[in-house]
């Protein structure tokens, strides 16, 4: 278990804290919103603090705070990319991307990944370690402040697996929809996925109806293997029951993810396929263009096949989108940004 920092505290917990030191119940208070509401980085900035409380805190809970280390611009549309450096000088990245709905932020949930999936550069390093709560928190956090722009989305889409960093995510989750602090709506946020049956089904008891993104990529359990190293511990149609199972509990509309990879998923035969295993759900497929990384030879599929797969989805009526590329030009694929950094870093 983690050594929790006071910013992945509750305000219970906080207030128990802030207890054993002789405080009243609404210094805690005070200080939940001045972390989690006026997004403040340090004590001294909490000016209705008594300064002898502020020394005390600086000493017993140093507040984690990201420290932007880079940041790119998108020339093709607003999308802003953002490489943040942790307190044990790790790197992770998040993107703010603008839509007419308002401001989405991507999130990273670990440092680096170890699902392996074989298109992702997030996962050529393996995984380093999972993120706290503050700090899946303070990507959002610092992006609202450097962009002066209010989030209203949040995606956790970015490097990492959330299930495989559960209690940090609910306890992030938790502390993002909190009134007291950016009260998120569990509807703008959507968690995504490779598919683990029992996180789903846990994730489903939780009670928050967040979006639930399934990132399926094939049209079943053989090619899915190819591109996906956790489709060979979970058979496709357990991930598929549990993740109609929160559908279920949540109501909330399901998502598939499918990355079309030139000449190993985007047959006439596979979308086919594709059709008849998800007919009759309550879904929306995000078809997206492989992104190619320089580690794999992945090729993205010509749009005109991609088109051809939209269509044969369309005509068994199912929804479906094929997703913008929101900052190509920056590096905007999942732990690019990340990878090159740690590439340049190494040769240096
Ligand atoms: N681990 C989670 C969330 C992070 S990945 C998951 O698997 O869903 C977010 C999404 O981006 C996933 O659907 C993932 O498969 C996809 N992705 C990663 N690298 C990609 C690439 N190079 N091109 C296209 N999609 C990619």
Not at 322 to 328: D, F, L, P, T
Request: glycine share 4%.
């Amino acid at each position: 278990m983690n050594h929790l920092d006071i910013k992945s505290l509750n305000l219970e917990e906080l207030t128990e804290k802030l207890k054993a030191l002789g405080q009243p119940t609404f210094r805690a208070k005070q200080i939940f919103e001045w972390l989690h509401s006026k997004l403040v980085t340090n004590y001294d900035a909490m000016t209705n603090l008594p300064i002898n409380l502020r020394e005390t805190l600086k000493e017993k809970y140093p507040i984690i705070a990201l420290e932007e280390v880079n940041s790119l611009h998108s020339a093709k549309d607003e999308t802003i990319k953002y490489l943040f450096r942790l307190k044990d000088n790790q790197v992770i990245e998040s993107v703010l991307m603008k839509y007419q709905y308002g401001n989405s932020v991507c999130i990273s949930s670990q440092v680096g990944c170890q699902m392996g999936c074989k298109f992702c550069a997030s996962t050529i390093g393996g995984k380093e370690r999972d993120l706290l709560p503050s700090e899946m928190l303070d990507q959002i956090y610092r992006i609202q402040v450097l962009s002066g722009q209010r989030v209203s989305n949040v995606v956790i889409m970015g490097t990492g697996e959330p299930f495989d960093n559960y209690d940090n995510l609910m306890r992030f989750l938790k502390l993002l929809t909190d009134s007291m602090g950016l009260n998120l709506s569990a509807r703008n946020i959507t968690v995504s996925t490779c598919g683990i049956p029992d996180r789903i089904r846990a994730f489903a008891e939780e009670e928050m109806p967040i979006t639930l993104a399934l990132s399926l990529h094939a049209p079943n359990n053989e090619i899915r293997k190819q591109l996906m190293p956790v489709a060979k511990k979970y058979e496709l149609d357990e991930v598929l029951d549990a993740f109609k199972y929160y559908y279920d509990k949540t109501g909330r509309r399901l998502t598939f993810e499918y990355s079309l990879v030139e000449g190993i998923n985007d047959e006439k035969e596979h979308a086919k396929e594709l059709a008849g295993r998800i007919k009759g759900l309550n879904c929306h497929v995000n078809l997206i263009p492989v992104n190619p990384i320089k580690e794999r030879n992945f090729r993205q599929s010509a749009s005109e096949r991609i088109l051809n797969f939209k269509n044969i989805l369309e005509k068994n009526r199912i929804n479906v989108t094929i997703r913008r590329e929101m900052g190509a030009d920056i590096n905007a694929a999942c732990g690019q940004l990340r990878k090159s950094y740690m590439d340049n870093q190494s040769k240096t």
